[in-house]
């Protein structure tokens, strides 16, 4: 159970990595104003979010090291994929928005399980700090519901 908890931590990190290196690219695409600041701030958060991996492998006295995971590609190669599909700007927001939400429900469910696991496995104080990114996956996601259903999808429509 200890190795299982140290490979989702792997993952998860790896997984971080390349949402920073794919946020930039959605914002540069993204045209609604509040879409595009949005966005900007989980980037902002999302650095954050690796420190605190960081901070986790080491409190739990683990390499700090990635190991690939294939379904967060998967989710980033579809984002792009239909966004360099879309010509019309409008239905490119939402685009983007559906493609933003997967990735948070992916990390949703990653940071649910690893502070599943970390408290299983005694450790509160790194279930802790899980909990606060966990919290911020959980207020992105809320927020671009927001966006989308309250105007985005609308304007594409
Ligand atoms: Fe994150
Ligand atoms: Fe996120």
Not at 32 to 44: I, R
Request: aromatic share 4%.
């Amino acid at each position: 159970m200890d190795d299982l908890f140290v490979h989702q931590l792997q993952d998860v990190y790896y997984a971080e990595k390349q949402i920073l290196s794919a946020l930039p690219k959605m914002i540069e695409k993204a045209t609604n104003p509040s879409l595009k600041q949005g966005l900007q701030s989980h980037l902002g958060e999302t650095e954050t979010h690796v420190q605190r991996l960081e901070q986790v492998f080491e409190m739990h006295g683990a390499e700090i090291k990635t190991t690939k995971c294939p379904a967060i590609n998967g989710i980033i190669e579809e984002a792009n994929e239909v966004a360099g599909d879309v010509e019309d700007k409008q239905v490119l927001d939402a685009a983007i928005i559906a493609s933003a939400q997967a990735v948070e429900h992916y990390e949703i469910t990653r940071y649910g399980t690893l502070v599943a696991w970390a408290k299983q496995l005694g450790r509160a104080d790194c279930a802790a700090v899980l909990e606060q990114t966990l919290r911020e996956e959980k207020a992105a996601d809320t927020k671009l519901t927001a966006l989308a259903t309250g105007g985005v999808n609308r304007a594409a429509a």
